[in-house]
Nanobody, 117 residues
Framework: QVQLMESGGGLVQPGGSLRLSCAAS????????MGWYRRAPGRERELIAT?????????TDSDFVKDRFIVSRDDAKNTLYLQLNSLKPDDTAVYYC?????????WGQGTQVTVSS
């Protein structure tokens, strides 16, 4: 059973930054892909980006990601990161990590990000 553990969320002022982490219980090379998603209150879950086995990062075309969110992966630590910059109140959401192995899909418990002054 694969476990994903997100961390790094919290309360931040508009314009601030956070770095979220997703620690996997298995080597990232076991996963066909990993990804970051978010769910804001009253809204559907949104894709932020996916990372392939080889490390290629594909960001969603949605405007909310452009030039503000950066995904990276530390293979030695089996950890996926999401750097959130220039945060806005609309970025308030629970941020989730996802991993896929063949037809199986795994989710972390999520980490809350609240952007407020």
């Amino acid at each position: 059973q694969v476990q994903l553990m997100e961390s790094g969320g919290g309360l931040v002022q508009p314009g601030g930054s956070l770095r979220l982490s997703c620690a996997a219980s298995a080597s990232v090379f076991n996963f066909n892909s990993m990804g970051w998603y978010r769910r804001a209150p009253g809204r559907e879950r949104e894709l932020i980006a996916t990372v392939t086995l080889s490390g290629l990062i594909h960001y969603t075309d949605s405007d909310f990601v452009k030039d503000r969110f950066i995904v990276s992966r530390d293979d030695a630590k089996n950890t996926l990161y999401l750097q959130l910059n220039s945060l806005k109140p609309d970025d308030t959401a629970v941020y989730y990590c996802n991993a896929r192995i063949a037809s199986s899909e795994y989710w972390g418990q999520g980490t809350q990000v609240t952007v407020s002054s």
